[in-house]
């Protein structure tokens, strides 16, 4: 699994949660239009073209972070997400053990320690 950038996962928490409640949405069919809107409503970054968005999603179909389907007989393409935040999340975690810890999540764990209370003391 690929390590998803900050405008693919800005698009992925759009898929993945509600932006109001930050609970997990259940997987649904979403067009570009729809995420823009809620990119565009949710956020304090500035807004974004259709376009762009369109292609950030494209990407992540490419990447099989998403799927893609077209409305019968229309145009329309629809989106929805394939890996769960959760599968995501397990996923870096077993990533950056492995790699960067030596599969040690003792390591692991006692550097988000050190690096969350670094200059606390």
């Known amino acids: 699994m690929k390590f998803l950038g900050p405008l693919q996962m800005r698009v992925m928490r759009q898929m993945w949660f509600d932006s109001t409640l930050k ?8 067009t570009i239009k729809f995420i823009q809107q809620r990119l565009n ?3 304090h ?6 376009t762009t968005i369109a292609t950030v999603v ?10 893609r389907r077209k409305v019968k007989g229309t145009q329309v393409l629809e989106f ?17 053990t ?3 810890h030596g599969g040690d999540e003792n390591s692991f764990f006692s550097s988000v320690y050190f ?5 606390q003391e």
């Open 80 to 96: 929805q997400y394939l890996a769960s935040a959760e599968l995501y999340e397990q996923e870096m975690f077993r990533y950056i």
């Open 98 to 100: 492995e790699h960067l």
């Open 58 to 67: 494209n990407n992540l179909v490419r990447a099989k972070f998403m799927e």
């Open 45 to 50: 970054h500035p807004e974004l073209a259709y």
């Open 41 to 43: 409503w949710s956020s």
């Open 115 to 119: 690096f969350s209370h670094k200059g």
């Open 23 to 30: 609970n997990q949405v259940a997987q649904k069919w979403v």
